[in-house]
C-alpha cells in the first residue's frame, strides 16, 4: 500500500476530534524540533512557527463563524488563544520569546481533544 493510500485511509477512519489531536501533534513536534534549532538556522525555526501560526489561524476563523456549533465562550477562548500564539510566534522570530509556550499550549488542547486521559506530543 503506498503512502497516500495509507493516509487516505487512516484520514477516512478518524472523526474531527481525531484529525486536530493529530494535527496538534504534528505542529507540536516540529515546534520541539525547530526549539533545539541553533537560532541562526532562521528557515527552520520559522517554518515551524508559522505552520503552528497557520493551525491557529484557521481555527480562530472557523471560530468566528456565527454557525460554529462551539459554545461562544469555548470560540472566544480559540480565538483569544490564537491572537497569543500569533503575537508569541513573532517574538520567538525576533528571539525575543522561546518556544515553551507555544508547545504548552498545543499540548494543553492536545490533553482537552483526546479527554485528558492521553499523553500530548
Keep these: 500500500m ?3 493510500a495509507y493516509k487516505t485511509a487512516a484520514t477516512r477512519a478518524e472523526n474531527p ?3 486536530e489531536y493529530r494535527l496538534f501533534g504534528q505542529v507540536t513536534r ?3 524540533h525547530a526549539a533545539t534549532l541553533d537560532t541562526t538556522d532562521v528557515a527552520g525555526r520559522i517554518d515551524a512557527l508559522d505552520w503552528n501560526r497557520r493551525v491557529w489561524s484557521t481555527f480562530a476563523t472557523i471560530c468566528s463563524d456565527s454557525h460554529n456549533p ?7 477562548s480559540i480565538i483569544s488563544l490564537s491572537l497569543f500564539v500569533n503575537r508569541h510566534s ?3 522570530m525576533r528571539n525575543e520569546g ?3 509556550s ?5 499540548r494543553m488542547i492536545m490533553q482537552g481533544l ?7 506530543a
Excluded: K
Design 98 to 100: 522561546d518556544f515553551e
Design 17 to 19: 476530534r481525531e484529525m
Design 114 to 120: 483526546s479527554g485528558g486521559t492521553a499523553q500530548a
Design 102 to 106: 507555544l508547545i504548552e499550549i498545543n
Design 2 to 4: 503506498s503512502l497516500q
Design 30 to 32: 516540529a515546534l520541539m
Design 90 to 92: 513573532s517574538a520567538v
Design 70 to 76: 462551539l459554545p461562544a465562550e469555548l470560540r472566544a
